[in-house]
Structures are given as C-alpha cells and as structure tokens.
C-alpha cells in the first residue's frame, strides 16, 4: 500500500497548485523510495524512461513551421473563414466551430483554436451577437451561458479530434507506455481507435448545439 | 535507413537553437533561465543515449528544477505584428494552409504507405517507427515548403519556433515527464496494488466490470489528478493491461485509445484542469468559475457512457 504514496503526492501537489514538473519528479521519487528503492536507483529508473521517451517530446519540431505560417497570419486566414458563417444562430454558430475546430485537431492543427487566441477573441463574441440579434435584449445569464458554451465548444472539440492525429502527445504517451511493456502498436492504430468516439462527439454535443438556441430562448422567456 | 535518433539529432539541434535564441535576447529579464531549460532538453536529446541512466536522471530532475521553479520567462520575440500579418493573411489567402496540410498528408503517407517500404534490399525508416519518422519529415518539408513560398527571413522557423515553444514554457515537457513516472510505476507495481483494490470489487470473470472499471476508472482518476495523461499509466498497468488484455484477451490499441477518451470525459468535468476549465472562465470574464464545466458535463456523461459501451463491444472483437 506504501507505494501509493507516489499518487498521493500527485493529488495533493496539484491540489495545492505546484509547478506540475516539480510534483510528477517528487511523485517519482516518493513511489522509488517507498518501494525501498535505493536514491540511486530511483533516479536511474526515472532517467531511463525520460530518455526512452524522448519521442513524446519530438513532436515540437512541428512548431517551427506553424510559428512560420502565424508570422505569415495563418490565425487572421483561420478568423476571417470563420467570420463567413457570422449569419447563422448562437446553436448553429457553436455547432459549424465545433465541426472545424474537431477536424483541425484531427489534422494536428491543434494551435488554430484555443480560449485566448481564438474563443474570446471571436467565437464567444459572435456567438454573443448572434444571440442578441435572435433574442434581443439578453439577459447577464444568458450572455454567460453562452460564453460557457462557446469554451466548451473549443474544449470538447479539441479534445475528441485531437486523437485522430497521429502524432499528438497523449498517442505517443500511450504507444509509449505499451511498449515499456512489451507491447508494441502503430500509432496510426490508436488514433484510428478514436474516430468511433469522435463521431459520438460530434452527434452528442452537435446535438446539444442546435438545441441550444430554444433552450436560451426558453431561459430569457422565463427571466 | 532514417532512424529515430537522426529524429532526435533534429530536435536536438533545434531545442539547441532555442536555448541560444534566449541567451542573445536581452529583453527577457530570465533569459538564463529559458536558455538553461531548452538546453538541458537540447542535451537529453543530443546525447541522452551516451549518458547513462542516473546521468539522465540527474538531467530530468536538473529540467524540473529549472522549469518548475519559476526560471522560465518570456522575451520579446521579433515577429511580425498584427497589422501585416492581417495584410498577409489577405494577400495569401487559403494558401496559408498548404504547409500545415503537409504536416499531416506527408506522416500519413509515410506511416501507412512506406512503412515497410526497401531500397535495394534496405529499409527506408527504422522499423516501427515509420510514423515518428514521417513526421519529423513532414515537418521539415513544411518549413521549406513556408519558406519557398513566402520568402521569410531564413532564421524565421527557428525565432518563430522559439517565440511558440518559450510560449509553452516548462508546459512542453509535461506529457514526457508523465510518461516518465508512469514507468516508475510500472516498476515499482504501482498499478498492480490498485489493480488489487479493483480485484477486490470486479466481479471475478466478468468483461464488463472490467470494462466500466477501467473506463470509469480513467474518468473518475482523471477528475482527481486534472490530467489524463497522469491517470492513463497507473489505471492501465491496473485494469487495463491485466485485465482487459492478457486475462481476457482484449486488443491493447482499442483498449488504450477508448481508455485515454474516457479520461478525456473526466478533464471536462474538473476544475483541476485549470487551462481547460478555470482559465476561460476567466477569460470570459464569467462570475461563476465553474461555468464552462457546467456546460461539458451534459456531453462529458453521456460521451463515458458511449465510451464504454465501445469499448465493450469493440476491445473483444478485433
């Protein structure tokens, strides 16, 4: 039960806010030493699978690329299509940036969304007039159910696309994990094992989506 | 043959650049700090194959120390500003997307097309490694392919990946480092204590508890730690590998890719996640900090659910 320790270490380093690299390398060496491990020993263990797994890391070569293309306003490209849906309802706005935003992520163009470079700047605000332009006056609890709604939308969308990528990290952490126990699969296998769950994504939360606008207007009715 | 270490070499040539990028850039008041982390990466992928396993050790905790300690900053990156880079993104047009799309066509076709692929008798890619090798390739054939078609300045991929990875900061290294401990605690049978918590409510031979423990295990660790990543190690050497794969046979892909989504549902539901759930909240300037997890929840439940029915009838069968 001792070697528990270590996952305790990582619920309450995170509870308390701690630098995530400072409580997973604790974790690592409580869980060595409470299986009487010796110092050395626990950091050899640690070390090997850091390099082991460097790969996980070598997916950053990407962003010499992508940080060319945004010097070059693929982010302005990406607002202005964007901005041509601009006629459609608050529901039916969220629902075509959840459709492009999950199938970006399946491309691995994960950094073409996110809250601060494109939800508040332009999703939570159009999806806010498009609202107002429907419903009129709206109420602070409408405009704040909406803005929820516009970064739930980037969240969910990211994170049921992103696994279709081949090359993102939390694929390579688990071909990584596998194979440190002799199991070998092709990353092109587990992304293609998340595609039944990212049609799910899409049915489910586009559902939600398209409701959405009579449900606001059910909400400022009442109000 | 292309290996994974040339990949590595790559990469660490180019964590390399960013380290001295940050070392000439007086505006970053950190700048030893940003400097020091990218080169002990630089170092890891350089030579980590030479260096031994408690010389990596020390490395990673020395990477830690630096990243978690506050050390990182951020300078002034030169870049384009706003206003050109709307009038290049006027005057480029939808072309702009053509490089990013290499990224993906080029690892695609490599890992599924050449992956086995010879030249007079010998392998084009280290076996097994097609697709990392793909990508690394795709990567490079982007940044000439931006480069050709939009002129920049010839340093621009290295300033401007340097400007994105010192905007990730310590944040780069965490999916690595998670990967690390889950090692650790494959090693020390971590996961198979908790695998002996879970035995002692899984009804013995029965798939489906298997099944709805490991998915809602994921779920509901992933709500308690903030982070997929961190619950995937200890509930697959729990449940997923002993159970699921070698008692009852299941396939160790599906296992894993409907593992990690039914973790995925759990960050939705988490202030732990703080950059998912906490940070747009305030963003969006919302007064109740929990709203943005409000709004998942009704997906987030009913996407567990489908998850483990998948996983139930997909795992047993391929």
């Known amino acids: 039960m001792l070697t528990l320790l270590g996952i305790a270490v990582v619920i309450a380093g995170f509870v308390l806010r701690f630098n995530p690299l400072l409580v997973i390398a604790a974790a690592a060496l409580t869980t060595g030493l409470a299986a009487d491990m010796g110092p050395v020993e626990v950091i050899s263990v640690f070390g090997k699978a850091f390099n082991d797994n460097r790969y996980v890391s070598a997916v950053w070569l990407v962003v010499a690329a992508i940080g060319l293309l945004e010097r070059e306003g693929l982010q302005e490209r990406a607002r202005v299509l964007a901005g041509r849906i601009a006629q459609a309802t608050t529901g039916r706005l969220l629902f075509a940036y959840f459709v492009i935003r999950q199938a970006t992520s399946a491309l691995g163009l994960t950094s073409l969304g996110g809250h601060a470079q494109m939800v508040r700047p332009l999703i939570a605000p159009m999806a806010e007039a498009a609202a107002e332009k429907t419903l009129g006056d709206i109420s602070d609890d409408t405009r704040h159910t909406v803005r929820a709604h516009a970064a739930a939308v980037d969240n969910i969308a990211l994170f049921f696309g992103e696994d279709i990528f081949i090359a993102i990290s939390s694929i390579l952490l688990m071909k990584g994990f596998l194979e440190q126990n002799g199991i070998f699969v092709e990353p092109l296998h587990l992304s293609l094992w998340a595609i039944p769950t990212a049609i799910a994504a899409l049915i489910v939360h586009g559902w939600r989506m398209l409701r959405l606008d009579a449900r606001l207007a059910q909400a400022e009715r009442a109000a | ?318």
């Not at chain 2, 120390?65 to 900053?73: A, C, M, N, R």
């Not at chain 2, 692929?117 to 690394?136: E, N, R, V």
């Not at chain 2, 070698?246 to 409907?258: K, Q, R, S, T, V």
């Open chain 2, 1 to 318: 043959m292309i290996t994974l270490d040339m990949v590595y070499w790559l990469a660490g040539a180019f964590f390399a650049a960013i380290a001295i990028i940050n070392a000439r850039d007086g505006e970053n008041p950190k700048r030893w700090g940003n400097t020091a982390f990218w080169g002990l990466v630089a170092v890891s992928f350089l030579f980590g194959s030479r260096l031994g396993d408690f010389g990596n050790g020390l490395l990673v905790l020395a990477i830690a120390l630096v990243g978690g300690l506050g050390f990182l900053g951020q300078g002034k990156p030169k870049t384009t500003d706003a206003a050109t880079r709307v009038a290049s993104a006027a005057r480029r047009g939808d072309l702009l997307f053509l490089p990013a799309l290499v990224i993906p066509a080029v690892a695609l076709f490599g890992g599924i097309v050449l992956k086995d692929a010879t030249i007079a008798g010998h392998p084009i890619f280290q076996p097994k490694q097609a697709t990392l090798i793909s990508l690394a390739i795709g990567a490079v054939l982007a940044t000439l392919l931006a480069l050709s078609l939009f002129r920049p300045p010839l340093h621009a991929p290295l300033t401007e990946g340097r400007r994105l990875m010192d905007t990730v900061g310590w944040a780069a290294l965490l999916p690595q480092m998670l990967a690390s401990l889950g090692a650790v605690f494959a090693a020390t049978g971590v996961g198979a204590v908790i695998g002996d918590l879970a035995s002692t409510v899984i009804p013995e031979g029965s798939r489906i508890a298997a099944v709805i423990a490991y998915c809602g295990g994921m779920a509901l660790f992933t709500v308690l730690m903030g982070n997929a990543f961190a619950a995937f190690p200890v509930m697959t050497a729990a449940i997923g590998l002993p159970l699921i794969v070698n008692h009852f046979g299941g396939n160790p892909a599906i296992m894993a890719a409907i593992g990690m989504l039914s973790g995925f549902c759990g960050t939705l539901m988490t202030p732990m996640a703080a950059n998912f759930n906490l940070v747009p909240a305030a963003l969006l300037q919302l007064p109740d900090r929990d709203a943005v997890i409000k709004a998942q929840i009704p997906t987030a439940l009913p996407l567990l659910v489908v998850n483990t029915a998948l996983m139930y009838f997909l795992v047993f069968r391929f």
